[in-house]
């Protein structure tokens, strides 16, 4: 049999606020009622997300979660930073609601994906096509616990034992690194510490990363990490200067 589709029906605390949230990303509010039961469907595209409204629901106690697998992920995510960009100024990257960066990940054979976890603590995880698989992430060094951290901060949602994780390899290999393998570790790290709400923390590593001195070939193999740090450099008032390239 064929044509068939699947569409996840996922927890809220408010329809409007989760229809809100989703037109900001660009999906099209295409259903509501509020009685017998509070429903609203969200489209974009052949993307279709359907919620429920719950009385006094906790979106931080939520397990709701599904699987997007798109073509383009870059795509899919320029476009939902910019819609949060539009409205709120900036990336939401702590706090219910936010949204991650794209990173491979270890746990999904080395795979790019990113994930929106929105106003009703549901993580909508968005995926790349197998094409998009490397021969695998390193299992060394820096970068191996980079993307271990980024399981257990992105996949797991455990941003404190991604943090300590990635702590201790920076004590290990910072004086050894290589700048762009550094920046990209201390750019997760400043986010891990923004989503503990930890504006000290982003600022100490946000300076970290600026004495990196990364040369041209740096810049470009680092571009997301750089703006990643320019976002949270923005977000908590630090000084969003840009890294130094090499002398």
């Known amino acids: 049999m064929s044509g068939e589709r699947t569409v996840p029906l996922l927890p809220c605390r408010s329809v ?59 795509e899919v995510f320029d476009a939902f930073a910019a819609g949060m960009r539009a409205v709120h100024g900036k990336l939401l990257v702590s706090g219910i609601p936010r949204m991650t960066r794209p990173r491979r990940r270890k746990n999904a054979e080395g795979m790019t994906g990113f994930a929106v976890i929105d106003p009703g603590g549901n993580w909508i995880r968005f995926t790349a096509g197998a094409e998009d698989a490397p ?54 790290r400043a986010e891990l510490a923004a989503r503990a709400e ?23 193999a680092s571009a997301d990490a750089l703006t990643a740090l320019r976002d949270l450099a923005a977000s908590f008032s630090a000084r969003p200067a840009p890294l130094r390239p090499a002398d």
């Open 16 to 74: 409007d606020e989760i229809a809100g949230f989703y037109t900001m990303l660009g999906f099209t509010r295409t259903y509501r009622q509020e009685r017998p039961n509070p429903y609203v469907v969200v489209e974009r595209d052949d993307l279709h997300l359907h919620f429920f409204g719950l009385p006094g629901f906790r979106p931080e106690d939520s397990y709701g979660t599904c699987l997007v697998v798109v073509p383009d992920i870059a």
């Open 135 to 188: 021969a695998g992430p390193g299992s060394g060094g820096l970068a191996g616990a980079l993307h271990n951290a980024v399981v257990m901060g992105d996949s797991r949602g455990d941003h404190e034992r991604a943090a300590r994780l990635l702590d201790s390899a920076l004590r290990r290999h910072e004086a050894t690194a290589g700048p762009a393998e550094l920046v990209e570790a201390l750019a997760y």
């Open 198 to 220: 930890d504006a000290p923390g982003v600022r100490e590593f946000l300076a970290r990363a600026e004495r990196a001195l990364l040369d041209g070939a740096g810049r470009r």
